[in-house]
């Protein structure tokens, strides 16, 4: 969930710029930077990666510094590729510093990208995949092609979903932008003497009257009081505009009707926010640096339990699967609310997981402090970091989704299920249950998912016609099997908080007992059935 902001006007860029990074930092961060064009032409950056105090030291060093320019760009970032450092923060410059850029996605033929720029005989600063945009588009700048064609040629290179602004010595009374796929938005606004472009309508409520949402294949030029927009090809195009004359609220759905579609859409960089500081795509290694626990310790776990509510239990159930199956350690999934009263036998080798994105859930807190007593290590999953649950816990894994309104959790379950998948991962090399190849292989697919997730959002049309399809019954059956249980009981809770109608999730294989008497042309069966070693067995039901 990176935050992105761009000026180009008449006065300073720089305090607009950190102003605009402030205005969305509620979408979390662990560094921050800007680059801007100076008086001389050049670009000057300054970055900071320090976690939560990043934008307050950023401010501290163009203050003492005395930056000054009209041009500029500024990034919010949650590590995605190497850890937390002055580096890895965006903007990325290239060799020559004629073209700074932040970046938005993943970028999965990343290390194809990177050897080649390798053999080529440039030097890279960072462990980023981002700032191979950069060297890239810095080669087509210097074969003479525009700032705007430099980008869209560079962007043919990469395969996933990108956003990507940027700014350049050759052009420097722009800013450029550019949106494939879904990897966050771009929002553009202007007024008499200035433009901006940010990554929420939030932070452009002060400065515009209304604003043009970039979509996947456009680009937008910004100058002084004007933008204009293009596809690919050059085409020029003509934005819809939107008037900002609304609520926080409100500027905060953008172009959507309501939170929990807009929370849908944000589904790739909530697992962009899950990955972020723990998937290394140059080693092909994972990480979990929160969780302290010696190699002696988690050879000893004898038996992992989650816990959770609703939602949470879901994505619980989905890990617990995951565990079992990569780590080989007896792993389930409890409800809270059973747990805490049933007098359960926990020792102390046995793992806790707790997951719940407020970190406030009632029963799971009172789970938790009955597993404290038993004095077993518990981690916790969680979007609050400064929680009582994560008070309670020895250990805390936030997700990094970004805020969710919405009453009915989305992002927050891919999120939890994505961080529960990276802990089998690394319980499992920990304990020589799976190799190194291994490990690269799951990251590897791990880097893909935003850009997956991404695809089967591109299909919302056909989900609307099964939804109008479904809409005139009154009872619905969800069935699954293995880790697509969950996601079956996920969908039945779904219909049901959502719609107001009757939906059950079950084990395929316990239909016949019972639950095929309810079976009909009044009741619709939703199936859950990935092409993998239970389809076969999924058609037979």
């Known amino acids: 969930m990176c935050g992105l902001f761009a000026y180009a006007g008449s006065v300073n860029a720089v305090s607009i710029l950190l102003d605009g990074l402030r205005s969305v930092e509620y979408r979390g961060y662990d560094s921050a930077g800007i680059s801007v064009i100076t008086e001389s032409g050049s ?31 500024g990034h919010t970032r949650w590590a995605t590729h190497g850890v937390v450092n002055h580096a890895n923060s965006h903007p990325h410059s290239s060799v020559d510093g004629s073209i700074s850029i932040a970046h938005n996605g993943i970028i999965e033929n990343f290390l194809d990208i990177r050897d080649e720029l390798l053999d080529s005989g440039v030097e890279l600063s960072s462990e980023t995949d981002s700032e191979v945009i950069a060297h890239l588009a810095g080669n087509y700048l210097a074969a003479g092609h525009s700032l705007r064609d430099s980008l869209v040629k560079t962007v043919g290179h990469l395969k996933g979903n990108t956003v990507v602004i940027a700014v350049a010595t050759s052009e420097p009374s722009k800013v450029v932008g550019l949106r494939l796929g879904n990897a966050g938005g771009i929002v553009v606004g202007k007024n008499e003497d200035s433009a901006f472009m940010a990554s929420d309508t939030v932070a452009l409520l002060s400065h515009t009257a209304e604003v043009v949402y970039l979509e996947s294949g456009h680009v937008v030029e910004i100058e002084r009081g004007s933008f204009r927009l293009f596809d690919f090809n050059g085409k020029s195009i003509e934005g819809k505009p939107v008037k900002t004359n609304q609520s926080f609220e409100a500027a905060q759905k953008g172009i959507y009707a309501d939170f929990m579609s807009k929370e849908i859409a944000e589904q790739p960089e909530a697992i962009q926010g899950a990955i972020g500081g723990r998937v290394n795509l140059v080693s092909g290694e994972l990480e979990m640096p929160e969780i302290t626990l010696s190699a002696n310790q988690i050879r000893s776990i004898d038996r992992v339990l989650i816990t959770g509510m609703g939602t949470s239990l879901h994505a619980g159930m989905f890990g617990a699967s995951m565990i079992e199956s990569l780590a080989r350690i007896p792993a389930s999934a409890e409800n809270s609310s059973e747990l805490r009263y049933r007098n359960p036998v926990i020792g102390s080798n046995t793992l806790i997981i707790a997951v719940t994105q407020s970190g406030e859930t009632a029963d799971t807190l009172a789970a938790m402090e009955y597993a404290s007593q038993q004095g077993s290590s518990q981690i916790v999953v969680l979007e609050q970091e400064g929680s009582q649950a994560a008070r309670i816990a020895d250990f805390a894994l936030p997700i990094h989704a970004g805020q969710e309104i919405g009453v009915a959790s989305t992002k927050t379950m891919i999120a939890s299920m994505t961080t529960l998948l990276e802990v089998s991962i690394f319980l499992a090399r920990v304990r020589s249950a799976i190799d190194a190849d291994r490990v690269k292989q799951l990251v590897e697919q791990i880097s893909t998912l935003p850009s997956l997730v991404a695809s089967t959002l591109d299909r919302n049309g056909e989900t609307s016609d099964v939804a109008k399809h479904l809409a005139k019954f009154t009872d619905l059956l969800y069935l699954g099997r293995g880790s697509q249980l969950p996601i079956a009981l996920e969908g039945a809770l779904k219909m049901k908080e959502l719609a107001y109608i009757h939906a059950e999730g079950y084990p395929a294989g316990e239909m016949k007992h019972g639950v095929n008497a309810l079976l009909g042309a009044d009741m619709p069966t939703v199936v859950c059935a990935p092409n993998n070693h239970l389809y076969e067995k999924m058609l037979s039901n």
């Open 43 to 73: 670009i000057e950056t300054r970055k900071r990666g320090d976690h939560k105090a990043s934008l307050n030291n950023l401010h501290s060093a163009v203050t003492d510094d005395q930056l000054f320019g009209l041009v500029g760009i």
